[in-house]
């Protein structure tokens, strides 16, 4: 009999970034009756999956930003955490402009991005999360950042994938995620998101789409930038 049932969100349980279905909402409280801990592991942040944690009525722990982070289910306070090293934050956050592409980081559940633009604009407001700009971002050295995401085209995406994993190969986990915000020119972006190489141990999560997702251990200070 399974004893625990761990969800991902998007384009998994649901195709709307803050509405579960009801059949969805149905199943996992069957589940629970059984006996069944239901939670959710997705490659959001605590705040933003909260909508999805709130309707399934999640009561265990829920791993977030691919298993960079393990939080309570009401509070968000942190119960697991890694981070990724601030030498490579600062890398590839350089990658990243060398390409002409976005990128941004987190700092608990804040976006902080060097400026204002679609991506991240569009990102924020889909998942209501709070956003912070920091033109001196490139500057500083970042601690306690459980995940970059970048965001480009599609095809662009799908190339960089494969090139970011050979690179960052016992680095960082780099990993594919849905399209999303839509770009510029308004086509639909896909975004790479990029979390701790070291997860939670007996944690995975199922990459889908094109999505890059880069990380490594989050150490106990509560710096954030120097």
């Not at 309707?55 to 990724?84: F, S």
């Not at 390409?99 to 990102?123: R, T, W």
Request: hydrophobic residues 35%; neutral net charge.
């Amino acid at each position: 009999m399974y004893r625990l049932i761990a969800l991902d969100i998007d384009d998994t349980i649901t195709l709307n970034p803050r509405v579960v279905p009801n059949e969805i909402i149905e199943a996992v409280r069957k589940a629970k009756e059984h006996g069944i801990h239901v939670t959710v592991a997705t490659g959001r942040g605590w705040w933003g999956s909260k909508l999805i944690i709130d309707q399934l009525d999640v009561t265990d722990p829920v791993i977030n930003y691919g298993g960079a982070m393990v939080n309570e289910p009401g509070t968000g306070r942190a119960l697991h955490a890694h981070e990724i090293p601030p030498e490579l934050v600062t890398e590839v956050l350089g990658e990243a402009k060398t390409l002409g592409i976005h990128a941004h980081i987190y700092q608990g559940d804040k976006v902080i991005a060097e400026e204002p633009n679609p991506y991240v604009e569009g990102y924020a407001e889909k998942l209501d999360l709070p956003c912070e700009y920091d033109p001196d971002i490139m500057k500083k050295t970042w601690y306690n950042v459980p995940k970059v995401l970048m965001m480009t085209t599609d095809e662009k995406a799908q190339r960089l994938i494969p090139e970011f994993q050979k690179k960052y190969n016992g680095k960082l986990k780099v990993s594919g995620s849905s399209k999303g915000i839509k770009s510029y020119e308004k086509a639909v972006c896909r975004p790479l998101v990029l979390v701790p190489t070291r997860l939670s141990d007996g944690i995975s999560t199922r990459p889908s789409g094109s999505c890059a997702t880069i990380s490594t251990p989050l150490s106990t200070s509560s710096r954030t930038a120097r």
